[in-house]
């Protein structure tokens, strides 16, 4: 047995009859939150609206730049003195890596 969302608890709330103030009061969320799920879930449905909502809480890691290819980079940057676009130059014809100016 798994534990209703606040979002299911609103749906199945509204679709029981209830007034938006009884459901504001159980979710304890206000009443233009309530009034934007009920929308939402209207539109889409309340599984394609939880998954997502399960998604949107899901932080994607930021790339990482391997340690060989900065290696490199410190490698050219010292040999050359070249600034950030021919090290990318360098990097992208001779090694085959591709990089991000940042």
């Known amino acids: ?20 103030e009884q459901i504001t009061k159980v979710v304890s969320k206000h009443r233009a939150t309530v ?4 929308k939402q879930i209207n539109l889409a449905g309340i599984r394609k609206f939880l998954r997502r909502k399960e998604t949107c809480k ?11 290819t ?8 010292n040999e ?5 676009a021919k090290i990318r130059k360098e990097l992208k014809e ?9």
């Open 1 to 20: 047995m798994r534990t209703l969302t606040q979002y299911e608890v609103a749906w199945n709330m509204h679709q029981a009859g209830s007034t938006i």
């Open 35 to 38: 009034y934007r799920w009920l």
């Open 58 to 68: 899901i932080r994607r890691p930021k790339a990482q730049t391997p340690e060989t």
């Open 70 to 77: 900065i290696q490199k980079i410190v490698d050219i940057r």
């Open 80 to 84: 050359f003195g070249w600034c950030g």
């Open 94 to 102: 001779n090694h085959g890596i591709s990089l991000a100016l940042n």
